[in-house]
Nanobody, 115 residues
């Protein structure tokens, strides 16, 4: 089992920034992909950005140039730096861990972009 603990969500004005963190614990394999998905009300969960332990990234076009994902492999932690936030970024953000045979989700953290 892998446990994921997220932090860093909240309310921010348009144009502002937030940084999300997600720490994995338990039976974490060294070769894994960690990242972020989000789900807005009435919409399906969608990819935000993921990052492999080897450094390969994948991100949604809607966040490129504004969001940056990074990770600390020694701490099994992944980060999402969100800049230039827009109201349409409002969603519950979920951390995901996956390896060759397993996938786990965090509990989600709310991000609200509003003036």
């Amino acid at each position: 089992q892998v446990q994921l603990v997220e932090s860093g969500g909240g309310l921010v004005q348009p144009g502002g920034s937030l940084r999300l963190s997600c720490a994995a614990s338990g039976s974490v394999f060294s070769g894994n992909t960690m990242g972020w998905y989000r789900q807005a009300p009435g919409k399906e969960r969608e990819l935000v950005a993921t990052l492999t332990s080897g450094g390969s990234t994948n991100s949604a076009d809607s966040v490129k140039g504004r969001f940056t994902t990074s990770r600390d492999n020694a701490k099994n932690t992944v980060y999402l730096q969100m800049n230039s936030l827009k109201p349409e970024d409002t969603a519950v953000y979920y951390c995901n861990y996956r390896d060759y045979s397993r996938s786990y989700w965090g509990q989600g953290t709310q991000v609200t972009v509003s003036s």
